[in-house]
Nanobody
Framework: QVQLVESGGGLVQPGVSLRLSCAAS????????IGWFRQAPGKEREKVSC???????YYSDSMEGRFTISRDNAKNTVYLQMSSLNPEDTAVYYC?????????????????WGQGTQVTVSS
C-alpha cells in the first residue's frame, strides 16, 4: 500500500502563493490517481483537485484558475500550486491515492491518505 506524506503548508498572508507536496513511498504512483482534499475547522472535508494517472487534472469550481495540480512520477510526488490565497483557504490539506485507470473527476473515495499539512492564510 502506498504511504503519503504532505509538506509545504504554513502561515501565509493573503494574496501569496504556496506549493504543497505529496510524496509517496512503498510503491510508484504511476498507476494511481491522486486527489487533494481540505478540511477547515467546523466544516466537512472537500475535494480540491485530482490528477488521473494519465495526467488529466480536475478542480472544484471554486479553485479552478487559482490552483494547479501536477505530478512528477520520476520523483513519486504530486504537487498542488496555490495562488491568490485568501483566509477562506485556511484548512488542513490532505492528499490521497487510489489505484484506478479511469478519470478521477468524480471519484471521492480514495484508499490511502496522508496525515495532512496545515495551511493558514491570515494577515
Amino acid at each position: 500500500q502506498v504511504q503519503l506524506v504532505e509538506s509545504g503548508g504554513g502561515l501565509v498572508q493573503p494574496g501569496v502563493s504556496l506549493r504543497l507536496s505529496c510524496a509517496a513511498s512503498g510503491t510508484t504512483l504511476d498507476d494511481y490517481a491522486i486527489g487533494w482534499f481540505r478540511q477547515a475547522p467546523g466544516k466537512e472535508r472537500e475535494k480540491v483537485s485530482c490528477i488521473s494517472r494519465d495526467g488529466r487534472a480536475y478542480y472544484s469550481d471554486s479553485m479552478e484558475g487559482r490552483f494547479t495540480i501536477s505530478r512528477d512520477n520520476a520523483k513519486n510526488t504530486v504537487y498542488l500550486q496555490m495562488s491568490s490565497l485568501n483566509p477562506e483557504d485556511t484548512a488542513v490539506y490532505y492528499c490521497a491515492a487510489r489505484r484506478i485507470s479511469y478519470s478521477c473527476r468524480t471519484v471521492y473515495e480514495f484508499d490511502s491518505w496522508g496525515q495532512g499539512t496545515q495551511v493558514t492564510v491570515s494577515s
